[in-house]
């Protein structure tokens, strides 16, 4: 469930209501509204009274969402979530279970591979008579991966130490192979950039199908590459005999293994559709964008996740419309223009206690009380109503002595809450270092403009610890993924990053992990000598008295480790700066603001 996330700003607005569109089920003449903070998924903290729901602590995440349960062709599924051991489980009921080999990490998100002799051991012949196939996972790439490598391997080794039939996927560059024989008979299945990498430091799903002749590469649901070139099948590698099936090793004894994290492993003896694999690779997200949908189009108060009955919407105890027959929105899609197979039946009830006009008194009446007009006194505050208590909650910073009154009004109803989205100690860094690590560079973004909550999540989190941590900018390079640059007299420890305490996403989602970003000093700049070409370069293209009005942006670019000058002035005008400035300043042509768009140039940063 996702919802924009106000409440780290210093005061919190007036609650307003806001009206979804027509309700079918209401009475003709009705508008049913809803609480601006209604719509949000969040930690499980108590009960709903009618629907006596058991409700289990958690925090919602999309880094590693919980993932569909698409179980038709499941041939083997690791969900690599063991604490210790030498069995990977198959759950899929099939009695695959895999054999852990070399030394193994379980004290984390999925099993670690430690790139010297870890690796799991699938029984042997897994493909022995599949005409089809999809390979299925979520991976963390160590930054400090070399290559070549694979990912998995599913085929044999010859006497010579060399694969001799194999179907497997490697991140550098990111493929997809299958031969009957050696590497010089691969038949490929990867981008049209043959260079695009699998970004490190951060989890990504992969997913391979194959059906007759056609093979395509998925990220994060995404398909990345296809080819209708596939003419051999799984199963006639090795004539179905394969005994070298691995996870994390190579099927060539020169190669390296895997380092890095794996988890939910799965193989299917078919092709799953672009739908259900953006399902799997997405988890639930995708449902819980649709079960927000579904409770604003109808007016509900809020919908939540409950553990043991799954997605419940919550409507006011007023509400006339038919909560058991829930109306789609029509012509309805998700941030990425994608219209719903299918919406969710989540269960619905009323709530015992508020109508949207009472909700709409207490927020009104904490508001008043916690920061009345005219008040100097800047009181943190947050407040909403939680459907999974069915209670107004009200997160604010305030003393008891403002508080008690509106406990004491409205006891069963409000719950007084420490504020904690609190900003990041302003000793952690400067106001100007912000500035400049903010504006001066532009946001952190995959080059590829991968489009999907995993991977927007992720880079939002790169952002935020490059930010909470003084550096100069934060980029994706192409050949290792996530780059954190810092000032050259940075005194911090570069190599172990503070996470910005309380952070959330825009949509107030709390992170399961964080990347492990790449981080480097830069060669060039201290934060003062940035700034300084900065106001050189704002002296000279609009010096004082010159009435010609030249267009001019400055920012510094961590990927070429240059103060980039974006400007229609005549090089007349720029010559000066590249003269004072020599190999620090790079000139541009104006263009219109955009997201992060490297110039393809890798820093050296060495």
Same mark, same amino acid.
């Given at each position: ?16 209501? +806001? ?5 079918? /089920? ?42 569909? &349960? ?116 691969? =038949? ?30 998925? &990220? ?21 005999? +394969? ?58 108060? *809020? ?64 508001? /008043? ?24 909650? /009200? ?11 509106? *406990?004491? =009004? ?36 995959? /080059? ?85 070409? =900065? ?30 000058? &974006? ?40």
């Amino acid at each position: 469930m996702r919802r924009k996330n106000t409440a780290g700003a210093a005061s919190a607005a007036a609650p307003a209501t +806001t009206a979804p569109r027509p309700n079918p /089920a209401a009475p003709a003449g009705s508008r049913p509204r809803r609480t601006d903070a209604g719509l949000r998924r969040r930690a499980s903290v108590g009960a709903v009274a009618a629907l006596t729901l058991a409700l289990a602590a958690g925090a919602m995440t999309t880094a590693a969402p919980a993932q569909a &349960e698409i179980t038709s062709g499941l041939l083997l599924r690791y969900k690599l979530d063991e604490t210790s051991g030498t069995v990977a489980h198959d759950s899929s009921g099939n009695n695959h279970d895999g054999t852990v080999n070399g030394a193994v990490d379980w004290d984390g998100e999925g099993m670690a591979f430690n790139g010297s002799n870890t690796y799991v051991k699938v029984p042997n012949n897994i493909m022995a008579g599949l005409s089809a196939i999809t390979v299925d996972f979520d991976v963390w790439i160590d930054p400090a991966m070399a290559k070549p490598y694979f990912l998995y391997g599913f085929g044999n080794t010859g006497g010579d130490g060399k694969g001799n039939g194999y179907l497997f996927s490697t991140g550098n560059a990111f493929r997809t192979a299958i031969t009957t024989a050696d590497w010089h008979t691969e =038949q490929n299945t990867r981008p049209t950039d043959t260079s695009y990498q699998l970004a490190r430091g951060m989890w990504k799903h992969v997913t391979y199908t194959q059906a007759g002749n056609t093979g395509i590469l998925y &990220e994060n649901g995404v398909e990345k590459a296809r080819s209708t070139n596939v003419s051999i099948a799984p199963g006639a590698v090795g004539g179905g005999t +394969t005994t070298a099936d691995y996870i994390g090793r190579s099927l060539y004894a020169n190669d390296l293994y895997f380092k890095g994290r794996m988890r939910d492993f799965r193989v299917y003896n078919r092709a799953l559709s672009a739908s259900e694999t953006r399902a799997v690779a997405t988890g639930t997200e995708g449902q819980w964008e649709q079960l927000q949908a579904l409770a604003s189009y109808n007016g509900a108060l *809020a919908a939540f996740d409950d553990p043991n009955v799954g997605p419940v919407v919550i409507f006011p105890s007023d509400y006339t419309g038919d909560i058991d027959d829930l109306q789609a929105p029509p012509e309805w899609t998700d941030e990425f223009g994608q219209a719903p197979d299918s919406w969710p039946q989540p269960t619905t009830a009323k709530s015992p206690l508020f109508t949207v006009a009472q909700i709409t008194d207490i927020q009104n009446a904490v508001n /008043a009380q916690v920061q009345p007009p005219g008040d100097d006194t800047a009181y943190q505050l947050n407040v909403f109503y939680d459907g999974e208590r069915d209670r107004v909650v /009200a997160q604010t910073n305030a003393p008891t002595s403002v508080t008690d009154p509106l *406990a004491t =009004q409205y006891a069963g109803k409000l719950v007084i809450e420490a504020y904690t989205l609190d900003s990041p100690p302003p000793a952690r860094c400067a106001a100007a270092e912000r500035t400049v690590g903010t504006v001066l560079s532009t946001a952190a973004g995959p /080059a590829d403009d991968v489009a999907d909550p995993a991977t927007k999540l992720q880079w939002q989190q790169v952002q935020a610890l490059a930010d909470y941590n003084c550096a100069l900018a934060a980029f994706n390079d192409p050949n290792i993924g996530p780059v954190i640059v810092f000032p050259s007299d940075y005194t911090g420890d570069t190599d172990d990053l503070a996470k910005p305490p309380g952070w959330t996403s825009e949509y107030g989602e709390v992170p399961a992990d964080w990347p492990t970003p790449t981080t480097a000093k830069s060669p060039h700049f201290t934060l003062a000598q940035i700034t300084e070409v =900065q106001d050189a370069a704002l002296r000279q293209v609009t010096a004082d008295g010159d009435t010609t009005a030249y267009r001019v942006a400055v920012r510094y670019d961590g990927m070429s480790d240059r103060v980039v000058v &974006e400007t229609d002035a005549p090089s007349s005008v720029t010559d000066p700066l590249l003269a004072a400035y020599p190999d620090q300043v790079k000139i541009t042509a104006v263009t219109d603001p955009t997201p992060a768009d490297p110039d393809g140039s890798s820093a050296d940063l060495t």
